[in-house]
C-alpha cells in the first residue's frame, strides 16, 4: 500500500539520489526556537540555527532513508517540517530491518553527537559564532532531539521501536 504524502504547504519536491525531499513552510520554526531559547534572535544567529537545525533534521531522516534502502524498502518521500520530519518508506518485512529503520534517525544523531563531542575535545571552542551554533545544535539541541526520539511516547521513534521489542519479546 502506498504512504499518502501530505503535499499542502511544502516546497520542493527536491531530490536527493532520487529520494523527493519535501520542505514545509514552517521549517524555520526548529531553529527560530533555538534562537529565542538562547535570548538572541538576530538575522546573524537565527540564519545560521535554522540552518543547523534543519540539516540535523535531514540527518535523522536520512538515517531511516538510509536504513530503509539498506534492508531493499523503497523511500517514498523525505519530509521536513518546523517540528522534525518524516521519511516515508515501505516498511523493511524482517523484524531486524524495522528495528534498524526506526533507529536510523536516532543512530545517525548520535553519529552526529559523537563527530561533534570529538571535534570539540581535540579543537575546542571554534572562534567562530556561526561554527558554535552548528556545535551547539549538534551537541545540546541533538541530545534534547535524541531523548526526545528514545522515549516511547506517541508518535516518536522510541515508541516504534519499544512495540517492536515487545512484539520480538512476547509476539503481540
Known sequence: M??????????GPFSYRKTPVLV???FPVGGVFVAFFLGDVTWGTTIPLIVAYTTLILIHEFGHAFAAAAAGSKVQ??????????CFADEPVSLSSRFAFYAGGIIAQALVLFVAVVFLAVFGNPDSKILNLFILVFTVVNFVLIL?????SEGTD????WDLFRESRYGA
Open 2 to 11: 502506498q504512504p499518502r504524502i501530505p503535499q499542502k504547504g511544502y516546497l
Open 24 to 26: 514545509h513552510w514552517t
Open 77 to 86: 518521500a523525505v519530509l521536513i517540517t518546523g517540528a522534525g520530519g518524516w
Open 148 to 152: 526526545i526520539n528514545v522515549f516511547p
Open 158 to 161: 522510541g515508541r516504534k521501536i
